[in-house]
């Protein structure tokens, strides 16, 4: 089984910062991609920033200079910095990894579980 846990949400007010955390845990053979998306009651789950094995990045334009993605490979672990946080901001957080588990099939995709991140104004 993989699992992987959030943390790090919370409510804060506009201006503020906060870092996300997911961590991925169980028994695979490498995290390939990694990647936080959000949503917003009656939208779709829209991707904020992904980031490769090798580092390359791709940021939301809503994000961009706000937002950075960064990963731990040693810990399985992706992070999500959020700073000067706008009231449009607000929407649960999740993580996803795509996660090679056999040597014979391709990465599946994962999720955390998410994680509330409420600013106000």
């Known amino acids: 089984q993989v699992q992987l846990v959030e943390s790090g949400g919370g409510l804060v007010q506009a201006g503020d910062s906060l870092r996300l955390s997911c961590a991925a845990s169980?028994?695979?053979?490498?995290?390939?991609?990694m990647a936080w998306y959000r949503q917003t009651p009656g939208n779709q789950r829209e991707l904020v920033a992904n980031?490769?094995?090798?580092?390359?990045?791709n940021y939301a334009d809503s994000v961009k200079g706000r937002f950075t993605i960064s990963r731990d490979n040693a810990r399985n672990t992706v992070y999500l910095q959020l700073n000067s946080l706008k009231p449009e901001d607000t929407a649960v957080y999740y993580c996803?990894?795509?996660?090679?588990?056999?040597?014979?099939?391709?990465?599946?995709?994962?999720w955390g579980q998410g994680t509330q991140v409420t600013v106000s104004s």
């Open positions: 996803n990894m795509k996660i090679a588990r056999w040597v014979w099939r391709i990465p599946d995709d994962y």
């Open positions: 169980g028994s695979f053979l490498r995290v390939d991609e």
């Open positions: 980031l490769g094995r090798e580092g390359g990045t």
